[in-house]
């Protein structure tokens, strides 16, 4: 039984990624159980994913806790802790982007680590940040139990017609444009002692709520999310075009944009999450969203 | 076939293999695949179903009540809220004996916005008159969704199934699930027109729900009670057909893992019951002789069997993901203690609650029930009730 967990954004096809990697891992003759982990998910925020891969049926219906294999959909998950936690050393990571020290320098210890350009070739294959067929491409190159074909036929005999050039092309650049690492790895992973082993007689009891009901005005627990982290395209104004009619503002889905001194509305870029509703609606194509990318090299 | 399913995928599936003749079904999460795929299947022809639009979840259930007096095959599925607002119509259909199968997906109940799993949607319509089968994940969900039709159209049964899959560790799972063949299901499940109760051919009206008064009232109730307790007898021959033809069973109305020579038992229901398995052969493989106990079938109560599986025990561990409020234990703990009160030879009982909400029952977890079950069978003074969210 290996764990596997997978570590993305909303909007990258992670469900489908999963569902497909467990359709070519049966093509193979194994078995792979995959869950998303569920919450509000929305287009741009964070999304795990768990699986389980056995000769067998998989039994267990739980998340992972220490995942044998790490698949990294997006470049922005590559520097969070969260997403090594647990991590067996001598364990495999396919990872979306071009720096292995991005990886190494988190503390963690693979035996293997595939990289891929992912969020490149997307936008060369489809035109967006669906990296799902590319990371289960270099997935296929990480793992050897699991031979190309295998996701090859999943891919056609699952996914929709419409999708199944663009996703075979991703694939396949995903496996053959991926670059190894291996690693030498010394010394045993121990593994925890059982829980049955501490001589517990009564489960903790848990702190006092805040509100005696869950009244109040909930001040304290207003928290800010930093949506800006979520976006891999910005919108860019291009002035001459734009007869600052504020249509842009009125659309935009999180109320990012605001009048300037100039008359000019512009998106804060700290909460823009780079989902191009302005650019859609805007009357003028004034806007125009833009890679991330473009700004990094800057 | 092996084909790569959520178990919301897979139900969809039973309810197409069952041929049923009207679904309605209100979306909620996280049931909404079912009804989803359900509607596709009708959609692009692939099954002959009527599908009724409507508003909630009570003109579901009054609405596919109708249908199957008229002699229908019907389904539904539904979560949380959906299954509280259909409370009084799911009374109504296992007073009025009608069959009818139902996929409920847990989800927490309304408080703090609970989206997350648990079963207390579900524990809560324990005194519905519906019968209850809790499959552990999606082959299981297929497979008693296809017995449930039987046991619901049974002549001497004649009462709603509610089916219980766990939401999102069951619901939003994929795995590989053997899909059965047309064939097979017909043979295993004839076609509802073969079982009409109600016949309008003879152009007299017929009445549904007699209403009825004092001790006929009662006669009633109380036929309703033995119906709902012969379900004991007949699910087992059920299973049985269904593993002469597809090959598959599950244990009856109590699945015993590794019990035979066990001193301890953990308890379960549903999606947690595979790693629990798991914790159990970890725990055979230390010495600790254990083994589990996992309840198939909630309602009827299989009195009988917890009693004859839980006799000579040390002690037993149940693990719930429903909360009794105002009795801190949770459901399965709560009757399987009362099923061996005043039983002979019978062991210590322990409740654990976890799982609720976002909450994992995760193998540390188990461990940890595992070792608090056997300090209880050695004498040692444990609490009888444990929330494992905290540890
Ligand atoms: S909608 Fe377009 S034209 Fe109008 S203010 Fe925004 S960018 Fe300018
Ligand atoms: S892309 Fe435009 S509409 Fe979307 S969040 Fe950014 S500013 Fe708002």
């Known amino acids: 039984m290996k764990e596997l967990r997978m570590h993305g954004k909303g909007g990258q096809g992670i469900v489908v990624g999963g569902e497909t990697l467990s359709n070519a891992f049966l093509n193979a003759g194994k078995f792979l159980a995959v869950m998303p982990s569920y919450g509000v998910e929305r287009r741009g925020s964070d999304v795990t994913a768990f699986g389980r891969l056995s000769d067998e049926p998989v039994r267990e219906n739980c998340m992972c806790y220490e995942p044998d294999y790490l698949v990294i959909f997006d470049p922005s998950q590559l520097k969070k802790p969260a997403t090594y936690k647990g991590f067996v050393p001598g364990g495999v990571i396919v990872a979306c982007g071009t720096d ?28 967006n940040n669906l990296t799902n067929m590319i990371m289960c491409g270099a997935f296929c190159r990480a793992v050897p139990e699991l031979p190309m074909e295998a996701l090859l036929k999943a891919i056609e005999e699952n996914l929709p017609k419409n999708f199944q050039k663009t996703s075979i092309l991703g694939a396949q650049r995903g496996h053959d444009e991926a670059v190894v690492y291996t690693y030498e790895i010394h010394g045993e992973h121990s593994k925890k002692a059982p829980a049955w082993t501490r001589h517990v007689l009564a489960c903790r009891e848990p702190e006092k709520p805040r509100y005696e009901a869950p009244w109040g005005n909930g001040a304290e627990k207003i928290v800010t999310v930093d949506t800006g982290t979520w976006k891999v395209v910005r919108p860019v104004l291009t002035e001459e075009s734009c007869i600052r009619c504020g249509i842009c503002a009125t659309y935009c889905p999180i109320q990012c944009i605001r009048k300037g001194e100039d008359g000019y509305f512009r998106a804060d870029l700290d909460y823009c999450k780079g989902c191009g509703v302005c650019a859609y609606e805007c009357p003028k194509k004034a806007l125009t969203m833009v890679q991330e990318s473009e700004f990094r090299k800057a | 076939m092996l084909k790569v399913l959520s178990s919301n995928e897979a139900a969809a599936q039973a309810a197409k293999l069952a041929r049923i003749n009207v679904a309605a079904v209100y979306p909620i999460t996280p049931q909404s695949q079912i009804s989803e795929d359900v509607s596709k299947m009708v959609a692009r022809g692939e099954l002959d179903c009527d599908i009724i639009e409507v508003e909630g979840e009570h003109s579901v259930m009054s609405s596919i009540t109708g249908a199957a007096v008229a002699g229908a095959r019907v389904f539904t599925a539904t979560s ?5 607002y259909m409370n009084e119509p799911m009374m109504f259909a296992a007073g009025m004996r009608v069959p009818m199968v ?15 799993t648990s079963r207390q949607d579900a524990a809560s319509t324990r005194d519905c008159g519906w019968l209850e089968i809790d499959p552990a994940d999606g082959q299981e969900l297929l497979d008693s969704i296809l017995m449930a039709y039987r046991l619901s159209e ?93 090959g598959r069973s599950y244990g009856g109305l109590v699945e015993e893992y590794r019990t035979e020579d066990a001193e301890y038992l953990l308890m379960t229901n549903g999606s947690a019951s595979g790693m629990a398995k798991n914790v159990i052969d970890a725990a055979r493989d230390a010495g600790i002789p254990i083994g589990l106990a996992r309840i198939r079938m909630f309602r009827p109560y299989p009195r009988e069997e917890v009693v004859r599986i839980l006799r000579g025990k040390k002690a037993v561990g149940v693990i719930d993901r429903s909360i009794c409020l105002g009795w801190n234990c949770g459901h399965l703990f709560q009757e399987a203690r009362a ?39 050695n004498g040692e003074p444990v609490q009888e009730t444990n929330w494992l969210s905290w540890e």
Not at chain 2, 80 to 84: E, I, M, P
Not at chain 2, 102 to 116: F, K, L, N, P, Y
Not at chain 2, 355 to 377: F, K, P, Q, W, Y
């Open chain 1, 100 to 127: 292995p020290e991005e990886v190494l320098s988190m503390g963690v210890k693979p035996s293997k680590l595939v990289m891929v350009d992912g969020i490149r070739i997307a936008y060369e294959v489809t035109g």
């Open chain 2, 80 to 84: 949380s809220l959906g299954l509280a």
């Open chain 2, 102 to 116: 139902m996929v409920d997906v847990t989800r927490e109940t309304s408080a703090q916005r609970g989206i997350s």
């Open chain 2, 154 to 246: 049974d002549p001497e049964v004649l009462l709603p199934t509610m089916v219980v899959s766990d939401g999102f560790f069951m619901s939003h799972l994929y795995e590989p699930v053997d899909v059965p063949e047309q064939e097979q299901v017909d043979r295993f499940l004839a076609p509802v027109s073969e079982r009409r109760r109600t016949q309008f051919s003879d152009g007299k009206a017929m009445q549904f729900a007699l209403s009825l008064s004092g001790k006929d009232y009662i006669q009633y109730r109380y036929h309703t009670l033995k119906a709902i307790d012969h379900v004991k007898e007949v699910f087992p021959k059920v299973e049985k057909e269904f593993e002469e033809i597809f």
């Open chain 2, 339 to 377: 099923a061996i009160a005043c039983e002979e030879n019978m062991p210590k009982m322990l409740s654990f609650i976890d799982g609720i909400s976002t909450m994992d029952i995760t193998r540390e977890h188990i461990e940890l029930a595992v070792g608090m079950t056997v300090a209880a069978g």
